[in-house]
């Protein structure tokens, strides 16, 4: 147990029981306990295996490269469409995560199998993202902006066209375009 990572457990108003039962989990497989991005980390060899989150409606193991995993017990969910390698087992109680105890060390243990053999999850190509009409209109129109967004990196790239595809409304749209193009010009990512 790192003490660092104590304030996580500590101070979570929900899902204690539950984070209690998947640090063990994660612990007994023999990963390191890390903080990263505020929240638990288990690595094996500084590599990222299974991160402890929760959410609202339920609290998660989210597997680093859960594409390559098996799942044969089908308990791997892809948070969103845009998701590409990550996947999570979403647990609403204790009893659930108790449970697949089994399961989920097997789980674990392939993930590090993983890691071992190198194994990359296949990311799609920036260019395989859709792209909003209006932002291609604005790319056409303006050749600088054209270029600074060309000289982004494919991450802050498909950042912003997520982003931008993201609304219903054309309206909406143009108003998040606008708004970003400073940032773009300037070589800012969406998130930086």
């Given at each position: ?115 071992k053999a190198g194994l990359k999850v296949e990311l799609k190509k920036t ?29 802050r790239q498909r950042a912003y066209m997520l982003y931008f595809a993201a ?26």
């Open positions: 147990m790192n003490p660092k990572v104590d304030f996580y457990f500590s101070k979570a108003k929900k899902w204690q029981e539950e984070f209690e039962q998947l640090r063990i989990i994660a612990l007994d497989c023999g990963l390191a306990e890390e903080l990263k991005w505020g929240n638990p980390c288990y690595t094996f060899n500084k590599s990222n295996i299974v991160l402890i989150h929760g959410f609202k409606d339920y609290c998660a193991f989210l597997f680093f490269k859960g594409a390559l995993l098996k799942d044969t017990k089908k308990i791997l969910i892809q948070q969103t469409e845009n998701v590409q390698a990550a996947r999570q087992a979403r647990f609403i109680n204790v009893k659930q995560i108790v449970k697949l105890k089994s399961d989920l060390k097997a789980y674990i243990y392939e993930a590090i199998e993983v890691e260019a395989a993202f859709k792209m909003a009409e209006e932002f291609q209109h604005k790319l056409d129109k303006k050749p600088a902006l054209k270029k600074a967004f060309e000289a982004l990196t494919p991450g609304p219903k409304q054309s309206k909406t749209r143009e108003s998040r375009i606008e708004k970003s193009i400073p940032q773009i010009l300037k070589g800012i990512g969406l998130n930086d």
